[in-house]
């Protein structure tokens, strides 16, 4: 079965930090660009950062650039997203999604010709 599953999500304190992990089965990352985005509340998507498994390439948004790093374990086909610093305003619904290759567009990554999609993991970031 082709999936992707997130998991980590949880409550922090602001200015304190939680490791997401996107884990796939039924493929393999290493021929895909696998994807972070987050939605918030009332919000549209946010393509957060994107790893491409071709050639290890990161990719960051502004908003979160210098403060969360993509990162991919090839031994357990899982990407990973370590964010620190964090801020009220990272809190949303983090989704992990393979694709084709990434782009940065008006300062938030973009996936194309996305293929598979995970079902979130809650992030909320509040004292």
């Known amino acids: 079965q082709v999936q992707l599953v997130e998991s980590g999500g949880g409550l922090v304190q602001p200015g304190g930090s939680l490791r997401l992990s996107c884990a796939a089965s039924g493929f393999s990352l290493d021929w895909y660009a696998i994807a972070w985005f987050r939605q918030a509340p009332g919000q549209e998507r946010e393509g957060v950062s994107c790893f491409v498994g071709s050639d290890s390439s990161t990719y960051y948004a502004d908003s979160v650039r210098g403060r969360f790093t993509i990162s991919r374990d090839v031994t357990k086909n899982t990407v990973y997203l370590q964010m620190n610093s964090l801020k009220p305003e990272d809190t949303a619904v983090y989704y992990c999604?393979?694709?084709?290759?990434?782009?940065?567009?008006?300062?938030?990554?973009?996936?194309?010709?996305?293929?598979?999609w995970g079902q979130g993991t809650q992030v909320t970031v509040s004292s």
């Open positions: 999604a393979a694709g084709s290759f990434c782009t940065v567009v008006a300062g938030s990554t973009t996936l194309h010709e996305s293929r598979y």
